[in-house]
């Protein structure tokens, strides 16, 4: 079962405790040394969670960022879509996907494709793994932990495989009356990016994260 605790707000009497404002409400609580695995500090005024027992959320994160990049690397080289028309038929990568509009005013719109599907994605990912894979093997920080942690904090908003899977989609919804298309392993791929990305922003509270990497630092 889990455990929920509420932190206690108001003036300090010892100097040394951790102290989190809410950022919903802005109100100060004084946080304990140690939240229960699967428990919760939440905002005595508005009730907003405020930090999250570590649980198995560094693990999901971890397996979601090293799943990512082998997702992203791998589909460089299967098959993204495959069209049949008139007897002939066609595959492309998804790297060929993406400099279809390489020609005329579209070419900067394949170097953003390139940048949202596939070089942020695994950039970010590997931003966590730096940052997370040595704290949960019980090891030290890597120099640089708190500044790759920023980058993927950074970086979540522009990782958009689900928004070019959507546009696949609606494309193909328009030319499947004039060819056959099947969808190629790459396509799969990305589906499966889409879910562990949704699964990783459900798993980590970046504030959580920032207290283990500070603790850590200081040990």
């Known amino acids: 079962m889990k455990t929920e605790t509420h932190a206690a707000s108001g003036l300090l009497e010892d100097e040394s405790q951790e102290i989190i404002a809410c950022t919903i409400c802005d109100a100060i609580h004084a946080v304990p040394p140690e939240i229960p695995e699967g428990g919760r500090i939440r905002c005595i005024r508005c009730g907003a969670t405020l930090l999250r027992g570590p649980g198995k959320s560094l693990d999901r994160v971890l397996a979601g960022a090293l799943g990512t990049v082998v997702l992203v690397l791998s589909a460089l080289f299967f ?10 038929s066609s595959a492309t990568t998804l790297i060929q996907t993406a400099f279809a509009f390489d020609k ?23 931003a966590l793994a730096y940052a997370l894979m040595p704290i949960r093997l019980g090891y030290a920080p890597f120099q640089g932990t708190k500044k790759a942690f ?4 950074h970086l979540k908003p522009w990782s958009m495989a689900e928004v070019f899977t959507v546009g696949v989609v609606v494309a193909l919804v328009k030319i499947g009356g004039m060819a056959k298309v099947g969808l190629g392993p790459a396509f799969w791929e990305l589906i499966f990016i889409v879910l562990i990305v949704a699964l990783e922003m459900s798993s980590l509270s970046e504030k959580t994260i920032w207290r283990i990497i500070d603790q850590k630092s200081r040990s």
């Open 79 to 88: 098959p993204f879509l495959e069209m049949h028309a008139s007897g002939l």
């Open 104 to 126: 005329g005013f579209t070419a900067p719109l394949a170097l953003v494709l390139m940048l949202l599907i596939i070089v942020l994605p695994v950039v970010r990912a590997s």
């Open 150 to 153: 920023r980058i993927a904090s």
